[in-house]
């Protein structure tokens, strides 16, 4: 469910000094991302961590 509602994110990233390639090795998603620079990667990085986190706490509750 996480990988799927990533997708789009990664699709459709606003921009181009930097690419995500996302794969799913059994229950553990692998990013793999390229940047320009430091900043950009950073906010990526910062940017998945709080998806995942709350598509995680998001589940835990529904379920």
């Given amino acids: 469910i996480i990988y799927n ?3 789009p994110e990664i699709e459709f ?3 181009n000094r930097s690419k995500i390639e996302a794969r799913l090795e059994g229950k ?3 990013l793999t991302v390229y940047a320009l620079d ?3 990667l ?3 990085v ?4 709080k ?3 709350l598509s995680s706490k ?6």
Avoid at 46 to 49: I, M
């Fill in 5 to 7: 509602s990533i997708l």
């Fill in 13 to 15: 990233a606003p921009t």
């Fill in 28 to 30: 553990d998603i692998i």
């Fill in 38 to 40: 430091f900043i950009i």
């Fill in 42 to 44: 950073r906010a990526i």
């Fill in 46 to 49: 910062n940017s998945y961590l």
């Fill in 51 to 53: 998806w995942f986190t």
């Fill in 58 to 63: 998001i589940l835990k509750k529904i379920e």
